[in-house]
């Protein structure tokens, strides 16, 4: 039994397929195969379950993959002790963002870790959170950066930064001469929303009910804040934006950005990651590096949080 192994059955547990485990262990499917087998062989259990599809663990390969992941945590202990020792800012970094933030903060910050810290390998995903956490449960990331609070158990969650929400008004619209708006003139039969599963969507419709606003007007759904503004310029109502996201439009849409009257309401976005995660020391670095790239308005303490669940 080797390490390698129990990486192997863990990576097509989290992949539920022979071929995409082999990929993201960046070996050859027959190899991987190989490794499994004889795995399997030397305890002599099945641990997959290769007649179903997506391929899952038997009930024996589950016990074996609780083993494996306690293993594989204990050996990353090890490992993480001696660059320790060595003072070293050495190895992997594993981090996932959600996509309403990803566009907007990725660049801001990331050429400049990399010139920090030449010696972290990190690796960016964009992912929703409900995948995020699920991620962190089995230590396929190490960090995340996700609209909070959470309140998921076991999962830490360390504030970033608190960005107001925006007003994106058209120079059609009937509020396009106003030099800001209240919360409570927001039409909801105007407005473009996310697509179900994206947290600034669930942010706000929690802000519409708020204020007493039916969601049943809301007519025009997108995965992507840049297809909503280009929807609201042409004429198909207003939207919601992350500060963030507002001071990147190119000038013109600029323009059309508007604040909204205090309290704003304002998305917490934090770092979050495993109670038992090793690399606090990285993860620290991460966030100073993020927070030195961010404008002093998102690093100020807001008066309304609204939830992203």
Known sequence: MTITQLRYIIAVDNHRHFARAAEACFVTQP?????????EEE????????????????????????????????AAILEHMSKQIK???????????????APSLLPRFLVEFNKAYPKIKLFVEEMKTSDMIEALRKDRIDVGIAATPLEEKGVVEKPLYHEPFVAFVPS???????????ASEINPE??????????????VLSLCNSINLNSEGIHMESGHFDTLVKLADKGMGMTLLPYLTGIDLNDRY??????????????????IYSRAQLKLEWIEALGETIKKHLPKKVLQQPEHVVSPL
């Open 31 to 39: 190899t991987l195969s190989m490794q499994i087998q004889k795995l």
């Open 43 to 74: 305890l002599d259990i099945l641990i997959f379950d290769r007649s179903k599809q997506p391929i899952v663990p038997t009930p024996l390969g589950l016990k074996i993959l609780d083993q494996a992941r306690k293993v594989l945590q204990e």
């Open 87 to 101: 003072g070293t800012f050495q190895g992997e970094l594993r981090l996932a963002v959600i996509p309403t933030v």
């Open 172 to 182: 059609y619209h009937r509020m396009a001469k106003d030099k800001f708006l209240l």
């Open 190 to 203: 105007e407005l473009l929303l996310l697509n179900e599963g994206h947290c600034f969507r669930n942010s």
């Open 254 to 271: 600029k323009s059309y950005v508007k604040p909204i009257a205090e309290p704003t309401p304002t998305r917490q976005v934090s770092l």
